[in-house]
């Protein structure tokens, strides 16, 4: 099957820094990506959809300028935490599909962001 | 808006038990629905997926279920075994442009030995 990787796994930064988390399609090309975000206990809420060459798209009450996400080409979507609170502390998790409606989602392994 | 809900929340069973899961969907104008495994502090392992036209998947033990017209899936876990705790996690896709998947809160299974 398709393989998504996420780096890093696991990231501890100081309030006010930011923080870059990158999704990979390793043996396809993705050419939408989603970002999603999971507090604990509860279930994954999305974020933003990523396309390759243009702005991502953000779900209702994600702040845009927060979470920058970048897709410049179809195997890479970074998504970056700017001057990160506690509050921002969570588990973020990437999909990657080829955009068909009845494709499969591959998901990366996650990153857990500890905001200290 | 689509809104999908999982039953029960928390399920703890000896080894060896037949169970299942349950996941239901508001808006039954899927295009899939996928169940998916998480462990603790881990991502996501897909365990099954059911296209909209299908009414069932199959994979080792497990037993996926779909009536796309009730808005109901099942995911049927055969002899249970420690290896399985883990949290399960129902999503649908609902829009054939591959928008996100909409997923449940999630099952949190403990099977003990």
């Known amino acids: 099957g398709a393989v998504v990787s996420q780096h890093p796994s696991r990231v501890i930064c100081k309030s006010g820094t930011s923080v870059k988390i990158e999704c990979r399609s390793l043996?396809?090309?993705?050419?939408?990506m989603f970002w999603y975000r999971q507090f604990p206990k509860q279930s994954l809420m999305l974020m933003a959809t990523s396309n390759e060459g243009s702005k991502a798209t953000y779900e209702q009450g994600v702040e845009k300028d927060k979470f920058l996400i970048n897709h410049a080409s179809l195997t890479l979507s970074t998504l970056t935490v700017t001057s990160a609170h506690p509050e921002d502390s969570s588990f973020y998790i990437c999909s990657a599909g080829n955009g068909q409606g009845n494709s499969r989602a591959f998901f990366g392994q996650g990153t857990r962001l500890t905001v200290v | 808006k689509q809104e999908v809900t999982q039953i029960p929340a928390a399920l703890s069973v000896p080894e060896g038990e037949n169970l299942v899961l349950n996941c239901s969907f508001t808006d039954s104008a899927i295009y899939n629905l996928q169940w998916f495994r998480q462990d603790p502090g881990k991502g996501l392992t897909s365990l099954l997926l059911i296209q909209s036209s299908q009414r069932e998947q199959t994979s080792g033990r497990l037993n996926a279920s779909l009536d796309k017209s009730s808005g109901r899936s099942t995911l049927y876990i055969a002899a249970s075994q420690p290896g399985d705790s883990a949290t399960y996690l129902c999503?649908?896709?609902?829009?054939?442009?591959?928008?996100?998947?909409?997923f449940g809160k999630g099952t949190t299974l403990s099977v003990s030995s």
């Open positions: 043996d396809f090309q993705a050419t939408t």
């Open positions: 999503a649908v896709i609902t829009n054939q442009a591959g928008t996100a998947l909409i």
